[in-house]
């Protein structure tokens, strides 16, 4: 998808525009009709997939064959299952193999208990995937100094952790993601932990460009109506900070006349 | 056979025939995504897809650890002892 005048207020990826702020995971799901489903309850534009081993009892249970019957949807493979930047590439390169698509989320989380980035490996991969051509979005700690120094190498947006994947904390480092967005000059993308549509609109109203969402819908009783729950609050959200939230200020400040108009003289 | 720089690995190329003493009897035994999988005669990369029933437009593949691209499939032989990695899309987030 390139940009075009009938998109309003695209979320900017490198060249590519997009009509939609909300990208969704399509891990977790029952199964890939009901991710379908969701996929096109979200409204998303950009869907991340994974790669796995290929298993011959089971030789049709890939997702390329339903994903390609969505229209107007660009696949962001990840670097799930990588440990060092080395592997990174390599994921990489097979993604572009799969899907044709040099969108990449970089994700390189060692540690299986918190699922935390490495930031010192995903900086490094980062550079070796961007001078390979890549468009990279990188999943990362909320921390500004490393978003910056992202930025400055070239990736193409970041995606600062709202909580860890999958916990459902919500926005749990509210003010750090506040210190990146205050700098950030490139797309910030609140990637994992969202559990609730307020989180993802909280998320917009703060000015963050887009967030992805995968485990709050994929396992909801319902996970259409979540994706569309989701797209409603992104869209309010991004409205929202678009029309000017008033600031905060610790006293009261009366929105109806105080004069006194009741008391006997 | 010649050898050819592919990504940041060597692969083998096929540039001759087969060797004529070879007979059709003959197996070649490759590991397949960690398993060891025994294929009939000598076959080439794409039979090897079709034996297991992959899917040839939704699979990327690792030959001996490098990465392999699809435009160079029919050319990469396979060979007994090889390693062949066989990845498909998966969900993930």
């Given at each position: 998808m390139t940009a075009s005048?009938?998109?309003?207020?695209p979320l900017l990826l490198g060249e590519q525009a997009f009509d939609s702020r909300l990208l969704l995971g399509t891990?977790?799901?029952?199964?890939a009709g009901t991710m379908c489903r969701a996929v096109q309850a979200s409204g998303a534009r950009i869907v991340t997939v994974a790669l796995r081993r290929f298993n011959p009892e089971r030789p049709?249970?890939?997702l390329a064959g339903p994903l390609a019957a969505l229209p107007g949807i660009t696949l962001m493979p990840n670097t799930s299952g990588a440990l060092t930047a080395d592997e990174a590439l390599k994921a990489a390169r097979l993604s572009y193999e799969l899907c044709?698509?040099?969108l990449i989320k970089l994700e390189l989380h060692p540690?299986?208990?918190?699922?935390?980035?490495d930031a010192v490996e995903t900086f490094e991969a980062a550079q070796r995937l961007i001078k390979d051509g890549f468009q990279v979005m990188p999943y990362i700690p909320p921390d500004p100094v490393l978003a910056k120094r992202l930025e400055e190498i070239g990736c193409v947006s970041v995606m600062p952790l709202g909580?860890?994947?999958?916990?459902?904390?919500?926005?749990?480092?509210a003010g750090m993601l506040e210190l990146i967005l205050r700098d950030a000059r490139i797309p910030v993308i609140v990637d994992a932990?969202?559990?609730?549509?307020s989180d993802a609109a909280a998320a917009l109203e703060m000015g963050c460009d887009a967030v992805l969402v995968n485990s709050a819908i994929a396992v909801a009783d319902d996970p259409p109506a979540m994706a569309e729950a989701f797209a409603e609050a992104v869209k309010a959200g991004r409205k929202a900070r678009r029309a000017g939230l008033m600031s905060r200020h610790g006293g009261a400040s009366p929105t109806s006349p105080l004069t006194r108009f009741l008391g006997v003289p | 056979m010649t050898f050819q720089t592919s990504q940041d690995k060597l692969v083998r190329v096929k540039t001759t025939k087969p060797?004529?003493?070879?007979?059709?009897e003959q197996s070649i035994r490759l590991t397949i995504n960690g398993q060891p999988r025994t294929f009939q005669g000598n076959p080439s990369l794409e039979t090897v897809l079709d034996v297991l029933g992959a899917n040839r437009k939704h699979v990327a593949l690792v030959l001996n650890n490098a990465v392999l691209p699809r435009d160079r499939w029919s050319d990469a032989a396979v060979k007994d002892g090889d390693s062949l990695d066989i990845l498909v899309m998966a969900g993930g987030g």
């Open positions: 005048p009938s998109i309003t207020d891990g977790k799901f029952s199964n049709d249970d890939d044709g698509s040099r540690n299986p208990h918190h699922l935390l980035p909580a860890p994947i999958g916990s459902g904390g919500g926005l749990a480092h932990g969202l559990r609730a549509p | 060797d004529p003493g070879s007979t059709p």
